[in-house]
């Protein structure tokens, strides 16, 4: 998720967009002076409560906890500056917007909606499943080639009721049956942790706190134990599943 934080031309009110999407206003008619860019700076989270701020514009002053910064690490709490009348991001602002996030809603009764996490752990074990399945299916054919291997190679050695061009064929045979099978076992050898890799790092981007303004990764605790939690464990924020 990509938030994208400026003023909203039309009522100068600081404007938060996510996802590329039309923004939502925030705070009075007003507020936000002309110095502040319409798309002034760029939050990206972090997966561990935080955002990586990146500035739009060059010419933007974007300043954090006094400090001038083209990009830098923040976390809520820090304070951003924008433009030269400094006006300081109002964090709430990123809550304000929680119902209008990708994903994201409130249900009836208050709380964010975590039910479409179920969907993402889910997916993560069944893709998990099935690169454990991949990878045993071909241990399992290196291992009876390799028997069939031995057995060829044997037959070779020892046969003497055919010629010495059978036992040759019958060698070559189990030699490049084995070569084959050693070749495709390094192969995914190396395919395999990659694919893991991959797969944990998506999971720990979407397995995250529904709260903008948090995105903490839940951790690998299946989803029926996250849903018995009442709240976030990092910014508190109430849960619902319903």
Known sequence: MTITVGRKAETNQLNVAYDGQPG????????????????????????????RLTSLNPN?????????VSSANVRPGDRIEMGSGRFVFD??????????????????????????LEAVWENYQSERMKIQIRQGRLNAVGRLTGVLSMVGTVFAVMDHSHGSSTRLIFLVIAIVAAAAVSAVTFINASKVPQKVAALDKQFQMTYVCPNPACRCFMGNQPYHVLAQRPACPYCKTRYATK
């Open 24 to 51: 939502r206003a925030y705070g009075a008619v007003g507020s936000v002076p002309n110095t502040v860019s319409r798309s002034h700076f760029r939050l990206d989270p972090d997966g561990k409560g935080g955002y």
């Open 60 to 68: 933007n002053q974007t300043l954090v906890n006094g400090v001038r």
């Open 91 to 116: 964090w709430k602002a990123l809550g304000a917007n929680t119902n209008h996030t990708g994903g994201v809603s409130v249900v009836s009764g208050g709380g964010l909606n975590i039910k479409p």
